[in-house]
Nanobody
């Protein structure tokens, strides 16, 4: 049973930083694509960043240069370092996993965490 549990959300002033974590269990962690997505009320879930099993990363244009996705394989944990936060980054963030190669579309991810709220004022 695949389980993803996010943590690290909260409130921060514009220009500040937060680090999100996603603890993964129940599958062969290293062989999966992992990603961070976010969703505002009434909008579609959008891709933020993905990291492939070989460590290759991709980012949405809106977060390039500000966010960094990484994995701690020893701890089966996915991380998202968010710097230079903007008010428009205020949404719920989700981590997700899928087998095979990474894509930025949420449609293809079968495993999701419960979400963590980020508020930038």
């Amino acid at each position: 049973h695949v389980q993803l549990v996010e943590s690290g959300g909260g409130s921060v002033q514009a220009g500040g930083s937060l680090r999100l974590s996603c603890a993964a269990s129940g599958y062969t962690y290293g062989s999966y694509c992992m990603g961070w997505f976010r969703q505002a009320p009434g909008k579609e879930r959008e891709g933020v960043a993905t990291i492939d099993s070989d460590g290759s990363t991709s980012y949405a244009d809106s977060v390039k240069g500000r966010f960094i996705i990484s994995k701690d394989n020893a701890k089966n944990t996915l991380l998202l370092q968010m710097d230079s936060l903007k008010p428009e980054d205020t949404v719920t963030y989700y981590c997700a996993a899928k087998s095979g190669a990474c894509v930025m579309s949420a449609t293809f991810y079968g495993f999701w965490g419960q979400g963590t709220q980020v508020t930038v004022s």
